[in-house]
């Protein structure tokens, strides 16, 4: 089923998601990947203030290229998500509703979804060029010195995910190996 939502979520939108449902996102949607995790996991650790609110927000498993003339960012695809799942319940306790990356997701991290009620989909790898069509905006707003890694906010509009694990814990990719 095709849904459209928007970002930040709203637990009535994340109730309804189902995994294998085509998702199109407007709103603001924030980018972390392994660097940018582990600092926001320290800050959170030691109780200090975090640089983005992870409060009904979805992370984007993303470090992008450069911005060709014309757009606001450049190739945009997913990285793989596991490599974040260490982070993962800690932000979804903090407040985290959504992530998007690509590939499996440890069972901590799916039994902290249902916990927390949240969602993560799946981004299709190698479409980063197509993705990047609906950024309409790309700004670093923490750890600029990560580079690529930095945290960025994105504006996006109509941005095509697929559920993969949904709030109850359905999971796309064991639904395929089973049928």
Do not use: C, W
């Amino acid at each position: 089923m095709d849904r459209y939502i928007n970002a930040p979520m709203r637990d009535e939108d994340i109730s309804v998601l189902r995994a294998g449902d085509y998702v199109y996102i407007t709103g603001t949607v924030y980018t972390a990947r392994d660097a940018a995790h582990k600092r926001l996991d320290e800050a959170l650790q030691k109780g200090e203030k975090l640089p983005i609110n992870l409060e009904r927000n979805i992370i984007y498993y993303m470090g992008p290229s450069p911005a060709r003339e014309g757009r606001a960012i450049g190739s945009a695809g997913p990285t793989t998500a596991s490599r974040m799942d260490k982070y993962t319940p800690g932000f979804l306790d903090a407040g985290l509703k959504g992530m998007i990356g690509k590939g499996r997701r440890s069972t901590e991290v799916i039994d902290s979804i249902i916990k927390n009620k949240a969602v993560y989909f799946a981004a299709v790898g190698g479409a980063g060029a197509l993705l990047s069509r609906s950024i309409i905006s790309s700004k670093i707003i923490a750890y600029e010195d990560l580079g690529t890694e930095a945290i960025r906010e994105l504006e996006v509009s109509n941005f095509p995910v697929i559920v993969v694990i949904d709030s109850k814990g359905n999971n796309l990719y064991d639904n395929i190996v089973r049928k």
